[in-house]
């Protein structure tokens, strides 16, 4: 078992008389190797035993997008994998993208934008906006619809989730093009 | 964590699950991508004694193109298949239906082949293997290999016909012919929601405009896709150019469906048998439009 949160108030359930499966995954460039419990759910694996809690859980069933990691590369919902599933896989959470001090380009682009109210369901945004990056997705791309729409922010900031979000896209596209030059 | 207890086993190989599959526990599951399997065993809706993990077995993993075919192995993602530059030249009605399939984040995860296998009443994949006279390639006990159109597979009402205690391998669909044009539409609550209706089309029109061939299957109207016989019969040698003809043919296709229409949260039946109407007629008049110019004759939109 890989090292266990020493959050209080976090108890994790490690019950022998469950089965067990080993896990050999990447995660924020860490190998860990773990053998979890085979209906733990990944969401729980990361902020429970990893104690990555960047990513949040709501709805606990693939809708609401506030769980979003990064997995070999694609955006994907850490609540509806089991943590044994992704034996083998690469995954990155916020904590991985996080500037050493302060906030990465992105955030601060949410920042300026008043991208967020109550902030639940930024880290998942963030996470697919990331992936869209990789993908050097352009910001008028009906994509960028697509992927913003496997996320759900009830403080309603669409609008402005939407321009931040062009924004980052967009700078991207400029630096690769000043890059070219 | 949310599931009940059950155990989870990665299989190593195909013959290995189903080796497995075939013991005398009935609560036994496949995983592939799980997008759908894990939230109903969350919700506890579903409930499973033992999951075997199919993705890590050998060969699941390929697309191959054969004769007219291009087969999809089990353990294919739906974003990889989606994006595949040989599955958009040769199937490039499912390319499309993918972009319909739950959002980016979810066909990260999922499969193609476990859409077929779920048969989801909303599910698009389905619609697509009817349309395109798909073939699933199954393994059972003793390495007994079965094949299974996707017409027979779809033929109850709700569920699939596929035995019990197999593993479906890979599915084979129809590679577009010469100058086939194809048509996908759906009508959605939302972005990324399941179909309240949606229909895959295929038409080859010949040097003078009339119309060789057409497929139409339809999904979400009613729990299992069906294909509309009589409507794509009717279609045969018409004039493709007469948008009458295919509105006609499009009422007849959402009239002939084989069970009733049905009713759920989100839409009644009176709703969805008069959508269906218009989003038959759309995808017939995108599958006109692509077809190639190689046939000889070329439609502008209207």
Known sequence: ?181 | MKPAKFKYIRAETVEHAVDLLDGTDAGVRILAGGQSLVPALSARTLRASMLLDIMHCPGLNDISQNSGTMTIGAACRQSRIERDSVILQNIPLLSEALGWVAMPQVRSRGTVVGCLAQANPGGEVPVVALALDAEFDLLSRGGIQQRMPAREVYAIEAGTRLPSKSVIVSASFRARAVGEGWGFSEVQLRQGHFALVCCAATMIVDENGFIKLATIAIGGLTANPYRADRAEKTLMGESANDDLVLRDAAQIAATERPWPARTDLHATSAFRSKTAVPAVARALRDARLRCSRHTGASYEHA
């Open chain 1, 1 to 181: 078992m890989s090292t266990p949160n020493s959050t209080p108030g976090i108890e994790i359930l490690d019950d022998s008389s469950e089965s067990h499966t080993t896990l050999s995954v990447t995660v924020n460039g860490k190998q860990i190797n773990a053998s979890v419990i085979d209906r733990l759910l990944l969401s729980d694996f990361l902020r429970d035993h990893l104690g990555l809690t960047a990513l949040k859980v709501a709805c606990g069933e693939g809708v609401c997008g506030a769980c979003t990691v990064v997995i070999d590369g694609e955006p994907a919902r850490a609540c509806t994998l089991l943590a044994a599933q992704t034996d083998g896989a690469e995954i990155v959470t916020l904590e991985g993208l996080n500037a050493p001090e302060g906030l990465n380009h992105v955030q601060q682009l949410f920042q300026q934008q008043h991208a967020l109210q109550c902030g639940y369901c930024t880290p998942g945004w963030l996470m697919t906006v990331y992936s869209m990056i990789q993908r050097s997705i352009h910001p008028d791309s009906p994509e960028v619809a697509h992927y913003l729409s496997g996320h759900i922010c009830r403080c309603t900031g669409y609008k402005n989730i939407w321009s931040a979000v062009r924004r980052a896209l967009g700078t991207e596209i400029e630096k690769s093009a000043s890059k070219e030059e």
